[in-house]
């Protein structure tokens, strides 16, 4: 019988699995898989939420104009420049279409997030993994991965799963011997919490490039995960093709409403970093007092590994069974390790002292 068929390589394409929220059978769940903020949103955002439902029988401002003015005004931003997406993973995947297609290719780091490729072979582009060093992105490997076939390469920044980064003047250096009809794309999702001198999200690449776009998104320190909200700051001819091929609301209004709240709100967010900067350095080196191999992360989370896969593996069972989920990294290439977020002061010692026993049982 005949039936529709899709692209061919769609159905190579393992599809993106989250980080888990739920363990049956248990009712209280300590949730380290996702990135999230333990902080929760600002309590300013959520009353705008629930305000904005209101208005629910109305269309929301298409073009997002207050949201991209308090963006603009809280990272000092052009608005004209910024394009808001539900989620950076929309305004990624709209890159992709509009500057690449069939017979063309994407360049991203080997450990990088998971979603370029998915969204490079949806879009009939080839994706192209570069090897990495010390879990680092390796500007040169990228450049070595350069072809005329080219056309886009992604770069986490800080990356994810791994937590490493670029510095600016590297990332600078990258950009000069990147050919100029290649665009870069700086996805800043974990920009928030890098507090180095040495580093950029990258908004004067933007400003000072035709060929460099930041991404962001309000998902990590802002809270707002189930809204779906992310933003690019882009060249104005960039934004103008993203413009033309965008849903025409593809922001819903109480996500507008929220995400103003929210970017105007430095109170909370500075809540959010502070905590982090406190447990960021406890997790990693308690978990490197267990013997474990921790990569230095500049993000709200922390690469672990366990030295094998098998063992890897036990620990996230044991984790689970302990009602704590963190993140197996078999779909980064990395059996060994286990990624896990930065979570509150109780739910931090609690996975270090399940790890404690489960590594002291696999031990024995």
């Not at 019988?1 to 899709?6: F, G, I, T």
Request: proline share 5%; hydrophobic share 40%; charged share 20%.
């Amino acid at each position: 019988m005949k039936h529709p068929n899709p692209r061919a390589g769609i159905l190579d394409v393992e599809p993106y699995v989250g980080g888990r929220h739920s363990i049956e059978g248990v009712e209280k769940v300590i949730l380290l898989a996702s990135n999230e903020t333990p902080l929760g949103a600002s309590q300013n955002a959520v009353k705008a939420y629930r305000n904005a439902a209101e208005n629910m029988h109305r269309y929301c401002d298409g073009h997002a104009v207050d949201l991209r003015k308090s963006i603009g005004n809280r990272f000092c931003c052009d608005p004209a420049r910024i394009v808001c997406g539900a989620g950076s993973d929309e305004i990624i995947q709209m890159l992709i279409r509009a500057y690449a297609g069939p017979k063309e290719e994407l360049i991203f780091s080997k450990h990088g997030f998971s979603i370029y490729p998915i969204f490079a072979i949806g879009a009939g582009v080839t994706p192209v993994a570069a090897e990495e060093t010390d879990l680092t992105a390796d500007t040169e490997e990228i450049l070595s991965k350069v072809t005329d076939r080219t056309r886009l390469v992604f770069l986490a920044n800080p990356n994810n799963p791994t937590g490493t980064y670029i510095t600016k003047n590297a990332l600078a250096k990258f950009r000069e011997k990147l050919r100029e009809d290649i665009l870069l794309v700086l996805d800043g999702a974990y920009a928030e919490y890098v507090t180095s001198i040495d580093y950029t999200s990258g908004i004067e690449l933007v400003e000072q490039n035709e060929n460099v776009v930041m991404t962001r998104t309000c998902s990590k320190i802002f809270g707002l995960a189930a809204l779906r909200l992310g933003w690019a700051y882009c060249p104005p001819a960039v934004a103008d093709v993203l413009n033309r091929i965008r849903s025409p609301f593809n922001v819903n209004g109480p996500a507008q409403a929220a995400g103003i709240a929210a970017m105007e709100d430095q109170a909370h967010t500075e809540r959010s970093l502070a905590h982090n900067e406190e447990w960021l350095p406890w997790l990693s080196n308690s978990l490197t007092e267990l013997g474990l191999k921790v990569v230095p992360s500049a993000a709200n989370f922390v690469l672990a590994s366990f030295g094998s896969k098998g063992v890897a593996e036990t620990v996230y069972q044991g984790l689970l069974n302990s009602g704590i989920i963190t993140r197996h990294m078999t779909s980064y290439h990395l059996p060994d390790c286990l990624r896990i977020s930065v979570g509150l002061e109780n739910d931090n010692k609690a996975l270090v002292n399940s790890i404690k026993d489960l590594v002291g049982k696999k031990n024995g």
